[in-house]
Nanobody
Framework: QVQLVESGGGLVQPGGSLTLSCSGP????????MYWYRQAPGKEREWVAY???????NYIGAVKDRFTVSRDNAENTVYLQMNRLKPDDTAVYYC????????WGQGTQVTVSS
């Protein structure tokens, strides 16, 4: 059972910023590569970014240079800083790790609209 909790979503105007948080047990967050995924209405879930245990990160092209993933192992939290948001970024955002398999949390809704 997934024990990750996402928060920080909301309604923001195009060009705005949001920071998402993902909290969970240290045995999960600090011990794993952590992923951010998103699912837009009518679309498949897609990965957005991931961060390795050593802090190195990778992003899909659509968000590179706009989003930044980070982790605070002391707080057992992973963050996704999202800048210059676009309407196409509207989706439910989830954090995940491979050990969770097909089990997902509730996610947090991000809506980018004027």
């Amino acid at each position: 059972q997934v024990q990750l909790v996402e928060s920080g979503g909301g309604l923001v105007q195009p060009g705005g910023s949001l920071t998402l948080s993902c909290s969970g047990p240290g045995s999960i967050v600090s011990a794993n590569t952590m992923y951010w995924y998103r699912q837009a209405p009518g679309k498949e879930r897609e990965w957005v970014a991931y961060i390795l245990r050593d802090g190195r990160a990778n992003y899909i092209g659509a968000v590179k240079d706009r989003f930044t993933v980070s982790r605070d192992n002391a707080e057992n939290t992973v963050y996704l800083q999202m800048n210059r948001l676009k309407p196409d970024d509207t989706a439910v955002y989830y954090c995940h790790y491979m050990g969770a398999g097909n089990s997902w949390g509730q996610g947090t809704q991000v809506t980018v609209s004027s």
